[in-house]
């Protein structure tokens, strides 16, 4: 399986000798080349109907023009008709998907990975992200495609690198933001003006959110074109959901976005935070002597707090809406599912529900419904959606009470063969029983979707243990209803970690 959480990630490489190696380079090493992204092309298009037409987009990682004619010229090999939608956003790559009438859509990008890193994400016709079995129906082309002679003379390849049409996805997502903003705003209340400071992580927004704000009363900075590069030292990728800073801190901090915040009044949301491909965000609030991040799981909070109406909220084992004592307390009346995690898991258990919908991830991913561009609606992850949905959210005067929230930790353990946790080996064994021993008996389980997932529950405390799908890591979980003490767990899972640490770091 060459797939991750969220696509084909790894470190750009030159391209080897053979597809062969460029296969074991990714497996074995995690290298991404064009060589290894021609073959995708010519799997993917092998999954479609010939001289259907697909449509690819990209982010600004100095890699990525190679690896998309590369990408290109492999579906042009296998008789697709190909439209680059240019520099653009993962939303914006989604929606120009959805409005060329494309068959799939390709967006080359590592997300929150850094510039180092590249891959790529995709989209089926109706605009969900591939599923495993397809993931691996794909992979078992690109093996198959490896081992035959296909060998093109260099003025084909040429021909072949280049699109057949071009789409300016980021003008459309432009264009789509504001009828957006629209409608949040119908839906709870035009945002207050407000001045914040802009994170687009030096993504695809860097060049227009602030503009899009400033249209609506919002005055923004936008910081992240001081940045070094994409993802360096800045947007969302760098921020951890339970981050916080004295004023003092945040001056000293490398992050080109906090260094950059001054004192404001406690509760203020101050700044928000995009990563690199513009598909989630993070808010800053101030508070009393510092500031704080506001995670998925809070802005979340907000929206759910100001809803009407029917919901149905999905949220990932790493949410802490799953342990919240709050949900029977709001206006709206709202159903809860837990999915994996990983946006596409929260966008097919919403997917064809007449309800308002929202699937959330702490990481800042949420996913909400869209207008379709031929008319309906969709759903779509996307970073500046989110912001305008709580700002809007947050002007409205008509809300619930907080939400009680009780307590989460997230521990990552870098640089960890991956192979080496199963989830259902005797290492996840031993995981359970450092848990029973210090917790008593616990119920042990997974979901679908998370195939190295170990979830060990009991009443109000949940432990998770996954790896990282696009890293070299491995995630442990700690989340807690409210009212539970957090001594006893959080020492049951440095435990955890240190065993963790031992058997899989050589």
């Known amino acids: 399986m060459l797939f991750g959480t969220d696509g084909i990630r790894g470190e750009v490489a030159t391209s080897p000798?053979?597809?062969?190696?460029?296969?074991?380079?990714?497996?074995?090493?995690?290298?991404?080349?064009?060589?290894?992204?021609r073959l995708i092309g010519e799997a993917l298009a092998k999954t479609i109907d010939y001289n259907s037409q697909i449509i690819v987009g990209w982010d600004e990682r100095p890699a990525n023009p190679e690896l998309v004619a590369s990408l290109t010229m492999g579906l042009?090999?296998?008789?697709?008709?190909?439209?680059?939608?240019?520099?653009?956003?993962?939303p914006a790559l989604h929606n120009a998907l959805l409005e060329t009438g494309s068959a799939l859509g390709c967006m080359i990008t590592a997300s929150h990975n850094p510039v180092s890193d590249s891959g790529i994400k995709v989209f089926d016709s109706h605009g969900f992200k591939t599923s495993p079995e397809k993931e691996k129906m794909i992979s078992e082309l690109i093996i198959q495609l490896a081992a035959e002679e296909r060998e093109v003379d260099q003025t084909h390849q040429e021909e072949m690198s280049h699109a057949d049409s071009t789409f300016d996805a980021d003008k459309a997502h432009q264009e789509l933001l504001v009828v957006r903003l629209a409608e949040y705003s119908g839906m709870f209340s035009p945002p207050r003006q407000n001045k914040i400071m802009i994170d687009s992580s030096k993504g695809a927004a860097t060049n227009w959110l602030d503009g899009i704000l400033g249209q609506h009363g919002i005055t923004a900075q936008e910081v992240s074109s001081k940045a070094a590069a994409l993802n360096e030292n800045c947007g969302a990728g760098e921020l951890s959901p339970s981050d916080?800073?004295?004023?003092?801190?945040?001056?000293?901090?490398?992050?080109?976005?906090?260094?950059s915040?001054?004192?404001?009044?406690?509760?203020?949301?101050?700044?928000?935070?995009?990563?690199?491909?513009?598909?989630?965000?993070?808010?800053?609030?101030?508070?009393?002597?510092?500031?704080?991040?506001i995670d998925g799981d809070?802005?979340?909070d907000h929206i759910l707090r100001s809803a009407k109406g029917n919901w149905h909220l999905a949220a990932s084992i790493e949410s802490d809406l799953a342990l919240s004592t709050s949900l029977d307390r709001l206006e709206a009346k709202v159903e809860y599912s837990q999915t994996a995690v990983g946006d596409r898991w929260l966008a097919q258990t919403l997917k064809n529900d007449d309800r308002q919908v929202l699937g959330v991830e702490d990481s800042g991913h949420l996913v909400m419904s869209a207008p379709h561009p031929k008319g309906g609606r969709c759903l779509v992850g996307d970073g500046v959606a989110s912001l305008f949905a709580v700002l809007c959210a947050m002007a409205c005067e008509e809300k619930s009470a907080p939400f009680e929230r009780g307590f989460k930790r997230r521990i990552s353990i870098k640089d960890t063969i991956r192979s080496r946790w199963t989830g259902s080996n005797e290492l996840a064994d031993s995981v359970e029983h450092i848990a029973v021993l210090k917790l008593g008996?616990?119920?042990?389980?997974?979901?679908v979707g998370e195939a190295n997932l170990m979830l060990l529950e009991t009443e109000g405390i949940s432990i998770g243990v996954r790896n990282s799908g696009t890293q070299a890591k491995t995630n442990v979980s700690l989340r807690l209803a409210p009212g539970i003490d957090n001594t006893v767990p959080l020492e049951a899972v440095k435990q955890i970690v240190a065993s963790l640490q031992h058997s899989l770091i050589d």
């Open 17 to 37: 000798v053979n597809d062969e190696v460029a296969i074991a380079d990714l497996l074995e090493k995690r290298l991404i080349s064009p060589r290894l992204m």
């Open 76 to 90: 042009h090999l296998g008789g697709c008709r190909v439209v680059h939608g240019g520099i653009c956003a993962t």
């Open 244 to 259: 916080s800073w004295t004023w003092e801190e945040a001056k000293r901090d490398s992050h080109v976005l906090i260094n």
């Open 261 to 293: 915040l001054s004192r404001r009044p406690s509760g203020e949301i101050i700044a928000a935070a995009l990563d690199g491909d513009g598909d989630r965000c993070l808010l800053i609030e101030s508070t009393e002597n510092g500031c704080r991040v």
């Open 298 to 300: 809070e802005m979340a």
């Open 441 to 447: 008996e616990m119920q042990r389980g997974g979901l």
